[in-house]
């Protein structure tokens, strides 16, 4: 589980490794030694020294929040209209509480402008920041991201803060030590000390603009926002989830990169928000074995799975669902989180070249167009919702190629789809290799109630032809299946590339 980070005291083994590793450790298991030479005593003072240095320089700057929201319900009191239950009526009337949610944050400007993460502080009709001096003052808040989960406040107290400043993220290493400071369960100005467990990690909620900086320094609820320190005091990320089974720490924390952060902050810091260029699609990454069935030579490149916005920049310039970008205003493009990154670091309105590959009978034919970028936000990306479609009828005679139990699709869903064929997934084996494919973004490929539409280049119209192309498959063979996964609510489907090796 992935959490957004908003009594006896044991000594971990690998402290104690790492330790031994400093002072010098035993020259045999269970056996003891005579004092340790004086320069690794030396050595380990001197490592105890800085980190005390780092938190005695970067506390200053790190500040608690209380931000409180108005109550779910207030809207609902207002209301003339007496409801049927009787109990929901004096529920509206009892006095309600705002919600308050707590976090961190760290000033980056003696003027008084703080970073924290925006899940502390949205939608809140108050926020109060508590200095490390114990002084609480009201803070505006200038604006926030929820693409990266950053946001910018500022207080004025008419006097110069201590700050602290951003450093290069780009450089930090695989076991680096690093200090995280905030307020865990209220408790200002908590320092725990680790080590970068790992750079550039997704989670299953992340963003396509959060790679984050993975450390087993303890991050719980309430370090939200909080810096990540590097041991020269520099912030190299803000502290954003943890992954817990339990709800506290478990040893895995994330941090958005400092380099990341730093833009966003400037750019809410100019304008109030943060602006992305945009396209309308959905994407996907071109893998080995799309690259091996479709003939492209290289495995690279961004597959439209979805021209999700009818009246985006890539609807107007005629993209279709089944192209490939290779190219994007100059620049080759690797895959799909790729021409992402590209598309959202080039300003709104910006005129671009986009060159794609279309496929045109079995040939796949090299084409360029001009289009102007829009703007990136929340919700712009507008599926076209309808009913959604009828339940698929029990399996009659299911066949199980690759692991798959699947079923024509019915009448009532073929009408709805508009599709001329193809097989719904009813089951999936959890024995079978295709049940450990996963997206280019870690999700499970294929699910229940998915539509197979093609495989290799092929339509699929019936299960006998289905189930004979792929009985003449191989292992090592590659397959690109064609999905449509239907939406819920609506009479629509996204279409996915399911690629993988047949084993």
């Not at 905030?182 to 997704?202: C, H, K, M, W, Y």
């Not at 994407?283 to 799309?290: A, G, H, I, R």
């Amino acid at each position: 589980m992935f959490l957004r980070s908003g009594d006896k005291p044991r000594v971990s083994g690998l402290l104690f490794l790492a330790v031994l590793s400093l002072i010098g450790a035993p020259a045999a298991y269970g056996q003891v030694t005579a004092e340790a030479p004086a320069e690794r005593v030396m050595t380990l003072a001197s490592f105890s020294d800085s980190m005390a240095a780092v938190a005695k320089k970067a506390g200053p700057a790190v500040v608690s929040i209380d931000a409180k929201a108005r109550p779910a319900e207030m809207a609902s009191r207002d209301s003339q209209e007496v409801p049927d239950d009787i109990l929901e009526f004096f529920r509206r009337q009892m006095p309600t509480r705002p919600a308050t949610a707590i976090g961190s944050g760290f000033i980056v400007d003696p003027s008084g402008y703080i970073v924290t993460n925006a899940h502390v502080v949205e939608n809140a009709v108050k926020i109060t920041v508590r200095l490390d001096s114990g002084e609480e003052h009201p803070a505006e808040l200038i604006g926030l991201d929820d693409e990266t989960d950053i946001a910018v406040l500022k207080v004025n107290i008419g006097q110069a803060l201590p700050y602290l400043r951003f450093g290069n993220s780009e450089n930090v290493r695989v076991g680096d030590w690093v200090l995280a400071i905030g307020s865990p369960f209220g408790l200002n100005r908590t320092v725990t000390a680790g080590i970068v467990s790992q750079t550039r990690r997704e989670t299953a909620v992340s963003t396509p603009f959060q790679r984050f900086i993975q450390t087993d320094a303890a991050i719980n609820r309430g370090n939200s926002g909080g810096p990540l320190v590097d041991l020269k005091g520099d912030v190299i990320g803000v502290n954003s989830q943890i992954a817990t089974s339990t709800g506290d720490y478990n040893g895995v924390g994330f941090a958005l990169p400092a380099i990341e952060a730093r833009q966003v902050y400037e750019e809410i810091r100019a304008n109030g928000k943060v602006q992305r260029g945009y396209l309308g699609v959905y994407l996907d990454s071109v893998k080995t074995e799309f690259a091996k069935v479709y003939g492209l030579g290289e495995t690279r490149g961004a597959i439209i799975t979805d021209v999700r916005d009818e009246d985006g920049p890539a609807a107007a310039a005629g993209l279709e669902t089944g192209d490939i970008v290779i190219v994007f205003d100059g620049q080759e493009i690797k895959g799909a989180s790729d021409l992402i990154e590209k598309v959202a670091a080039t300003r709104p309105e910006s005129d671009v070249q986009v060159t794609f590959l279309r496929e045109v009978g079995d040939k796949m034919e090299r084409r360029s167009v001009e289009m102007t970028l829009g703007e990136r936000t929340i919700g712009n990306a507008r599926l076209r919702g309808r009913n959604r479609p009828a339940p698929v009828e029990p399996p009659v005679d299911a066949t199980k190629p690759f692991g798959l139990t699947l079923t024509e699709v019915s009448p009532a869903m073929a009408t709805s789809l508009k599709l001329e064929g193809g097989l719904v997934v009813r089951e999936i084996n959890p024995a079978s290799f295709i049940a450990d494919v996963k997206l280019s973004n870690g999700v499970d490929a294929l699910g229940r109630g998915d539509i197979i539409i093609r495989i290799n280049r092929q339509a699929v119209t019936d299960q006998a032809t289905f189930t004979k192309f792929a009985a003449g498959l191989k292992p090592g063979d590659p397959v690109v299946l064609h999905v449509l996964s239907p939406v819920p609510g609506g009479s629509t489907a996204i279409l996915k590339y399911v690629q993988f090796t047949v084993q």
